[in-house]
């Protein structure tokens, strides 16, 4: 069965970066792009970006460019998100969500909470 | 970027109860529109796609419908595990945007 497992949370002070890790299983991975959104506490989801796994080619949201970097390690099936330059308004949830083109969303993390604190 | 609005943002409802959400789009779109549930403290579980189209393992109660800049979610006969919050997402093009949510409460 389709299973991404994500790390675990993060507390982290401003100005500091945070990696965030997506195993990957059950499927091929380098059939699918990893997308992430991130989710404050009590609002609403927040598209970041995507990654092609097969390629590794990225597309970033406006509101994240030059301040976050998508990756991915084919050999083990794994995604990862960083986030430099954190501040308050980045703590959040963070998920990670396979999509092929042209389909929706359809497999999600379990979610990565991420605080940032002084 | 294509702007999603959903309507209403809470909406109290019994069970047994149909309900209906609306999700417009700040420009006509194509059927690629997809409705999610989320619960408290999980991911986000997919439950249509390409506007009406229902994700394998969900139940007939829900459906979807519209077209160009309006779309709506229906659930008839809520039952107690739908309680939750629902976010309409367009993946017309980038960037993907959601909807702001509507939380579905018991009555």
């Known amino acids: 069965q389709v299973q991404l497992v994500q790390s675990g949370a993060e507390v982290k002070t401003p100005g500091a970066s945070v990696k965030v890790s997506c195993k990957s299983s059950g499927y091929t991975f380098t059939d699918y792009h990893m997308h992430w959104v991130r989710q404050a506490p009590g609002k609403g989801l927040e598209w970041m970006g995507w990654?092609?796994?097969?390629?590794?080619?990225?597309n970033y949201a406006q509101t994240f460019q030059g301040r976050v970097a998508m990756t991915r390690d084919t050999s083990i099936t794994t995604a990862y998100m960083e986030v430099r330059g954190l501040t308050s308004d980045d703590t959040a949830v963070y998920y990670c969500?396979?999509?092929?083109?042209?389909?929706?969303?359809?497999?999600w993390g379990q979610g990565t909470l991420v605080t940032v604190s002084s | 970027d294509i702007q999603m609005t959903q309507s209403p943002s809470t909406l109290s409802a019994s069970v047994g109860d149909r309900v209906t959400i609306t999700c417009r789009a700040s420009q006509s779109m194509s059927s690629l529109l997809a409705w999610y549930q989320q619960k408290p403290g999980k991911a986000p579980k997919l439950l249509i796609y390409?506007?009406?189209t229902l994700q394998s393992g969900v139940p007939s109660r829900f459906s979807g419908s519209g077209s160009g800049t309006e779309f709506t979610l229906t659930i008839s006969g809520l039952q107690p595990d739908d309680f939750a919050t629902y976010y309409c997402?367009?993946?017309?093009?980038?960037?993907?945007?959601f909807g702001q949510g509507t939380k579905v409460e018991i009555k």
């Open positions: 990654i092609n796994l097969n390629s590794g080619d990225t």
């Open positions: 969500a396979r999509r092929r083109v042209g389909t929706p969303i359809d497999y």
């Open positions: 997402q367009q993946y017309n093009s980038y960037p993907l945007t």
């Open positions: 390409k506007t009406s």
